[in-house]
């Protein structure tokens, strides 16, 4: 099971206003593992980012005026999600400044190039309903170290988010555990000859010892021992 954690940092708020992103990063998970592999680059917008914005990532129009723009990275970029699950936080948002750009370069739509997209915030929001859901609220909810989170950096975010994600959705891992596991050993159970079992008896000693256990247990359940009824 392939995932890409996704995050991006942009000249504004409104793609539809023709705000750009500036920062583009995905890390890797692989059955719930990251791999280490990730996709980053800072992109020239061609444009000054808002004044709002500035101040959220710290991108100015100086660093990245020799950056490349969208258009250069874009193969390498669909590449690195094709045929993967994408996990973005506020996904809309980051989902509609890339189909924007993909719309530029006349290309389909972020969802034929992914299995599938993910909204962590829309799953926070289920799981923690009332409650702050953004990135840092979520990292201290969590217990992840989100320290170095002085400014807003897509590929920080992104590998805050992964932790984010496998936290919040342990309970799958024993899922997938069990996927795994169950047809191993269905079949050794099923490769077993019952005519090779040994039985072993308990003794008289052990016999008398589990009865004495019994009792205990009526006594104290005032005489409610089903292991008793069961026997009996």
């Not at 942009?10 to 705000?19: D, N, R, V």
């Not at 795994?180 to 003794?203: F, G, M, V, W």
Request: a negative charge.
């Amino acid at each position: 099971m392939r995932q890409i954690v996704l995050d991006t940092e942009t000249t504004g708020l409104e793609h539809k206003l023709g705000h750009r992103i500036v920062e583009l990063a995905a890390v890797e998970l692989c059955n719930r593992q990251l791999t280490g592999n990730h996709f980053h680059y800072y992109l020239n917008p061609d444009r000054e980012s808002d004044e709002g914005a500035l101040q959220v990532h710290g991108l100015t129009t100086e660093f990245l005026r020799d950056k490349p723009r969208f258009h250069e990275i874009s193969r390498e970029f669909l590449d690195f999600i094709n045929d993967a699950e994408l996990i973005i936080h506020n996904a809309p948002f980051d989902v509609g400044f890339l189909n924007h750009e993909l719309s530029l370069l006349k290309l389909k739509t972020l969802d034929n190039y992914c299995v599938s997209i993910t909204d962590t915030l829309k799953l926070a929001k289920e799981f923690h309903p009332g409650k702050r859901n953004n990135l840092d609220a979520l990292c201290e909810r969590y217990n992840i170290d989100n320290s170095k989170r002085t400014l807003h950096g897509a590929l920080l975010d992104a590998e805050l988010l992964a932790e984010v994600y496998l936290a919040m959705t342990r309970g799958q891992e024993s899922l997938l555990i069990e996927l795994e596991y169950a047809e191993p050993i269905q079949q050794a159970i099923a490769s077993i000859d019952s005519r090779d079992l040994k039985i072993i008896s308990a003794t008289d000693e052990e016999f008398t010892q589990h009865l004495t256990v019994l009792e205990n247990i009526a006594r104290e359940s005032n005489n409610r021992c089903l292991w008793q009824r069961f026997e009996n």
